[in-house]
Nanobody, 116 residues
């Protein structure tokens, strides 16, 4: 069963940057569009960025152009570089397929906390 493991979160001051990483198990990662989602306390999970199999990207308005998504199919990894972080970016960040495939569980995510 395919699984995702997210790392790279932490506590950062407003205006700071973080680079999140996601490692997928299995051998089908390269055939799937993947994205980064986030869930803030008391809010629904939302998709913030997508990278397609061939590398093209789509961004939501959530991070307002302050992030860059990328992937390395040879490593089955996806990344999210986030800059100019603000307190409202505080959330648990997850990676998953886009659209989300029901048979693949959510990973534990990685906590991003933006606070002075």
């Amino acid at each position: 069963q395919m699984q995702f493991m997210e790392t790279g979160g932490g506590l950062v001051q407003p205006g700071g940057s973080l680079r999140l990483s996601c490692k997928a198990s299995g051998s089908v990662f390269r055939f799937l569009d993947v994205g980064w989602y986030r869930q803030a306390p008391g809010k629904q999970r939302e998709l913030v960025a997508t990278v397609r199999t061939h590398g093209s990207t789509v961004y939501s308005d959530a991070l307002n152009g302050r992030c860059t998504i990328s992937r390395d199919n040879a490593k089955s990894e996806a990344y999210l570089q986030m800059n100019s972080l603000q307190p409202e970016d505080t959330a648990i960040y997850y990676c998953h397929t886009v659209p989300r495939r029901q048979g693949i569980p959510w990973g534990q995510g990685t906590q991003v906390t933006v606070s002075s």
